[in-house]
């Protein structure tokens, strides 16, 4: 890792610090600076990272545009909740082919393919009974959402590395959450756990390009 590289990821993890206090205290003008001021610097830190693979950084840079993207989208107003689920859809795209070209094994693959059907069963079917529940317009989108993160999942797992598993089940998680504090059961302090899933995820993603 470069000097630079770690300086942008100290700086990122200080806003991402900032995000989640202003989350768990409902403090609604640090959020909106703290949020994308995260995203921002992790892409500085990609940027200036020396990866193993410079064509894995630039899909991962792409995913950390688009993730930027679904942040603001979601933060600005609550019905362009589909578009920011888009643009996180998109991002997920990017990661997996970013990880793809990194290089797989057909027995990471498996195994991910295998706890990513575990997933679901025991959250994603419920997920989506919720989303019936609420909005059954909402069901396209969500689902194909959840075929694009575990297809993230198994692809983490196909590469065999240790940070970009974890990166990527921690995203899972991550939106595990939301999902639940969504369309299922919002629990108190929920939507700081889901921020700092969140922002963990993509520390780890990125990471993992050395």
Known sequence: MTAAAFLWLCLALVAAGADWLAVYHGNRR??????????????????????????????????????????????????????GLGAFLLAHVAYVVGLLVSGVHPGGLLVGLVLAAAGFVLVGARLLAGVRRKDRRLIPPVLAYIIVISALVVTAYGTTRFLAIAGATLFYVSDSLLGRQRFLEARERGDTAVMVTYHLAQFLLVLSLV
């Open 30 to 83: 640090l959020e909106v600076v703290a949020k994308p001021l995260t995203m921002v610097l992790l892409i500085g830190a990609a940027v200036a990272m020396d990866p193993d693979d410079a064509a894995t950084r630039y899909w991962f840079v792409v995913a950390l545009l688009l993730s930027l993207a679904g942040d603001v989208l979601l933060m600005l107003r609550d019905d362009l909740f589909v578009a």
